[in-house]
């Protein structure tokens, strides 16, 4: 990130173990407590904005009607451990 770039200061207390993790991987790592938080943030930021974009995917998908039955995709599965599996229910 280039150090022209607009920043801006967020605190937050976090328990002792987990500060002590920051500095152990930052010193590892050779880069400041402020990069691996900031990568950490990041990461999870994006993490979190996929998984609200997979649940409004899926469920859209259900007021659409793009369902499997229950039943269908419990007898699929228990057919998985038999000698004649049933096909994927669709």
């Not at 990041?42 to 995917?57: K, M, N, V």
């Not at 899926?58 to 057919?79: K, M, P, T, Y």
Request: without cysteine; charged residues 30%; glycine residues 2%.
């Amino acid at each position: 990130m280039s150090t022209t770039a607009n920043t801006r200061s967020v605190t937050a207390h976090v328990p002792v173990e987990l500060a002590d993790r920051i500095d152990e991987i930052a010193t590892r790592l050779e880069r400041s407590k402020n990069w691996i938080v900031r990568q950490a943030l990041a990461d999870w930021l994006d993490q979190e904005e996929e998984r609200d974009r997979l649940t409004r995917e899926a469920l859209a998908n259900v007021d659409a009607g793009h369902v499997i039955d229950h039943q269908a995709v419990r007898e699929w599965a228990e057919s998985l451990s038999t000698d004649s599996p049933l096909p994927v229910p669709r």
